[in-house]
């Protein structure tokens, strides 16, 4: 017999902390795993370094305790930066058990490895019913209560039967697929997508360049997930189009700051201490140009995007060469 | 199958497939008569494209009653077909003929060679090929030993010869332990030496000829009970024999759902030993009895038409002694490679039987198969289980895949001729083996030495086995080895020396040997135009 009575969240971020909030409101008992303001969200029921003055549902009890989220939750959502995943993964993976289920809410890939998170917790974990969250998930307009929905992925329905039934509630709807790799390449891509869409704001381009750039960025993560095996049909669901319309309409998102401040002048080194702690589209972004090019895909945006962040290229110079390739059919 | 066990299982299968069918008519999913109707359909139809007069009237006599029958009838019909298949399939072990066959088969297989090669018997030392000599087992072979004391195995060996059940048999016979009961292709039983030892080896009959939805159901359940009843199995996960010589990466999972589902079962009924172990392994031969059949066969699957061979190299008695003698008499290698033990979750297992994550924690695996706390069958999780198990024994075929001298040679040659010929497509590569009448001895040994040296790369990384003797050998020791095979036993040799100059003389095995190395990415050294 097993004895999961919670849901468990490892992670305090933002939207580490809105899932649990989500689980909370569905009246299931949470555990948010988070190493630092533990007693705010106990006492208070609040996160301000990461939600604002948003109250959070007082089923979520906060801890620091990897091991009792484990004893105590069926499902348990990490969501913990891609640079630090692994090594929290791993932890985790002294405690949970062979029935669990784990899903991952990072949308990023690991740089060393060019490893999905999905795939680090099958190797840091003996759990099997794996799962990814993603979606167009602006955590301020959930903690608002404003009608918004996310996708699970995994191989195994009752994973994403569990996860509806955990998450879904009247403002917040959860859809379900198996595409594991299509939704997590969809939610890490679009964060280069994001980089570049605030480089378009950055220099006043308009909405016809963003709207080419968002179409012809899709169009980069079908190809690319052409020659992984993806559906190409997740990429035109909400991980793919509808996480990147909502993050390169976003001036909120991390990764949408980094190429408006780029397109301002300011150094990637600046951002990164002064503006944005941790934007995933600039590791992903090199993963994904070095893929392509071992795989002979061609990604001109990804690549652009790479050039400018990793290579200091000129901007202006890349959207030039872009806008200069010879004309395709669509 | 055991005597005593022959009717419990047998019964166990009936019941629980009849069962199985009723409560798909009681869900609504099928209707009592189309399951009926459907296996009379597909017999009918298989008996009128090979007909067999006494079985073709059975079919019309249940046919005819079938059509006045009431329900209760038709219930006693479907019973019926289900014992009628089961009869069929079901294997016998003979304990007599397995003590006869294990110590005649190594030697009789030499002394039916001496009949044909007197020119040993006149020998002045006169030496009788055995295949006890040729036969090489690597890998973990105490484990299997052990894990078959606590539990149940299921070995999953490649394919791509028929010879494949004969060597796999008697490797476990070195290794000490019995035969495992394996589904053995109805065709094998036409050659009448192989079909006396398959009937009484444990050997169960699988007739791929009959399509009836029925007939597949019943043979996954006869493993299920078998597993079940402690049997160990073998199963041929590629399904049947490679046709392209390479290793199996695309697997049939049928059978291993019968495992998962009896490894479940035996949880439910709190069996004592309810463990059951997946052992992959590889078997490497330097030549394969039927490659030009397969590889023939292969071109013309590629090519669009697709058909199962029933009568190829191992139905003609002839030409499997020439093979034997060929093997035997070269000093030739057939290398059983056993793999590391998993669990049907894909993790690896010790000799105590205890499973470990991927990071060497412990895994309580029971919980694997939990519905709500509880051990229960889950049919979506399960078949993801066993497709992700599939991708498991993919990873280690290829890992214990042995590198033998036939292969090095094919693959280097091929990769010559692709280079060589980059205007040419795939069949008119085959068909014509490239513009160039010949290649010198160092047109060949050069890429040859460029290929060892990233083969050896590869082994040190353990992502490839070596056969032993070319370990260290010189390029000139590896090419020669390997003409020196390629030259017996074959119609058409594939490549030949001659005057200092290779030729290439049969495209399709060379291309059928090069196979077996083709997805490590190793490559040859560049052509240089100056």
Request: glycine fraction near 6%; charged fraction near 25%.
């Amino acid at each position: 017999m097993t004895n999961y009575h919670s849901v468990g969240v490892i992670g305090g971020g933002s939207w580490g902390t809105t899932l649990a909030h989500l689980s909370g409101i569905n009246n299931n008992k949470t555990l948010l795993w988070m190493r630092n303001g533990i007693d705010e969200i106990n006492t208070h029921h609040r996160n301000s370094k990461y939600t604002k003055d948003y109250v959070i549902s007082e089923q979520v009890k906060a801890t620091n305790s990897l091991e009792e989220v484990a004893e105590n939750c069926e499902i348990i959502i990490v969501a913990i930066p891609s640079h630090s995943f692994r090594q929290i993964a791993y932890k985790l993976g002294n405690y949970v058990k062979a029935d669990q289920i784990l899903l991952s809410a990072s949308k990023g890939l690991e740089q060393k490895t060019r490893s999905r998170m999905t795939t680090i917790l099958v190797e840091e974990t003996c759990c099997k019913k794996i799962g990814v969250i993603a979606g167009p998930n602006l955590f301020e307009e959930i903690l608002k209560g404003h009608p918004s929905a996310t996708v699970v992925s995994s191989r195994f329905n009752e994973v994403i039967v569990k996860t509806v039934k955990a998450f879904a509630s009247k403002n917040f709807r959860v859809y379900g697929n198996n595409d594991v790799l299509g939704s997590e390449l969809g939610g890490a891509m679009k964060n280069i997508v994001a980089i570049a869409a605030g480089m378009i704001d950055g220099l006043d381009f308009g909405n016809n360049s963003k709207s080419l750039l968002v179409t012809r960025g899709i169009s980069e993560m079908c190809r690319i997930g052409d020659r992984l095996g993806t559906n190409n049909s997740t990429f035109t669901g909400l991980t793919g189009v509808g996480d990147t319309m909502v993050t390169c309409a976003c001036n909120l998102s991390r990764n949408y700051r980094v190429g408006y401040h780029l397109a301002k002048g300011k150094s990637l080194n600046y951002i990164c201490e002064n503006i944005v702690s941790v934007a995933e589209g600039i590791n992903t972004c090199k993963v994904i140009h070095e893929f392509a090019l071992e795989v002979g895909v061609e990604l001109p945006i990804i690549r652009g995007v790479y050039e400018i962040v990793h290579e200091n290229k000129d901007i202006m110079e890349v959207i030039t060469s872009l806008m200069q390739r010879k004309s395709l059919w669509e | 199958m055991k005597p005593e066990h022959k009717e419990d299982v047998c019964h166990d299968v009936v019941e629980r497939v009849f069962e199985a069918q009723m409560q798909r008519v009681q869900r609504g999913e099928v209707l009592l008569e189309t399951i009926i109707n459907d296996t009379i359909y597909h017999e009918k139809k298989r008996l009128h494209a090979d007909p067999d007069k006494k079985a073709l009237k059975y079919w019309k006599s249940v046919n005819k009653r079938f059509l006045l029958a009431d329900r209760k009838e038709q219930e006693s019909i479907l019973k019926e077909l289900i014992k009628i298949f089961i009869d069929e399939i079901v294997g016998h072990f003979d304990e007599k003929v397995y003590r006869f066959s294990t110590n005649i088969l190594p030697v009789g297989l030499g002394i039916l060679l001496n009949t044909i090669s007197p020119r040993v018997l006149l020998s002045k030392f006169p030496r009788l090929p055995d295949l006890r000599d040729s036969l090489l087992i690597h890998g973990e072979i105490e484990l299997l030993r052990e894990l078959e004391k606590k539990g149940t195995v299921i070995l999953l060996p490649t394919h791509s010869s028929n010879m494949d059940s004969i060597i796999i048999g008697f490797a476990l016979y070195k290794i000490g332990l019995q035969p495992f009961t394996y589904g053995a292709g109805i065709n094998l039983f036409t050659n009448w030496i192989v079909s006396y030892f398959m009937n009484n080896l444990g050997a169960y009959k699988v007739d791929r000829k009959k399509k009836a939805a029925l007939y597949k159901d019943i043979l996954k359940e006869y493993a299920t009970v078998t597993i079940e009843y402690g049997y160990n199995n073998l199963f041929f996960p590629g399904g049947t024999r490679s046709r392209s010589g390479a290793i199996e990466d695309r697997l049939k999972l049928g059978l291993l759902g019968s495992g998962l589902k009896a490894y479940i079962n035996n949880l439910k009924n709190n069996k004592e030993q309810p463990k059951i172990f997946i052992i992959p392994c590889t078997i490497s031969y330097e030549l394969v009895l039927e490659a030009e059949g397969l590889s023939k066969d292969f071109l013309r699957q590629t090519g669009g038409s697709k058909f199962i061979i029933q009568d190829d190299e191992f139905s003609r008695l002839g030409r499997m002694i020439n093979f034997v003698s060929s093997t035997l008499s070269l000093d030739s290698r057939i290398y059983v490679n056993i793999c590391p033990a998993m669990d049907f979750f894909g993790n690896r297992v010790d000799k105590d039987g205890v499973s470990y994550d991927k990071r060497g924690r412990k895994v309580d695996i029971e919980r694997y198969v939990f519905v709500d706390g509880q051990v229960d069958h889950l049919k979506q999780r399960d078949e993801e289980y066993v497709r992700q198990l599939g991708t498991e024994i993919v990873q280690l075929y290829k890992q214990y895949n042995m590198a033998l001298s036939t292969n090095i040679l094919a693959s280097v040659i091929y990769k010559i001729l692709l280079r060589d010929n980059p205007q040419m497509d795939f069949y008119r590569l085959l068909f014509t083996g490239g513009e160039k009448e010949y290649y010198t001895v160092d047109e060949v040994l050069e890429p040859l030495k460029v290929f060892m040296v990233e083969l050896r790369k590869l082994e040190e990384k353990n992502e490839i086995f070596i056969d032993e003797r070319l370990k260290d050998a010189d390029a000139e020791v590896i090419l020669n080895h390997a003409l020196k095979r390629f030259r017996v036993y074959h119609n058409k040799p594939s490549i030949i020396k001659k005057n200092e100059k290779i030729y290439i003389n049969n495209c399709n095995l060379i291309y059928y040997y090069n196979t077996r190395l083709m997805d490590y990415g190793i490559e040859i050294q560049e052509k240089n135009d100056d």
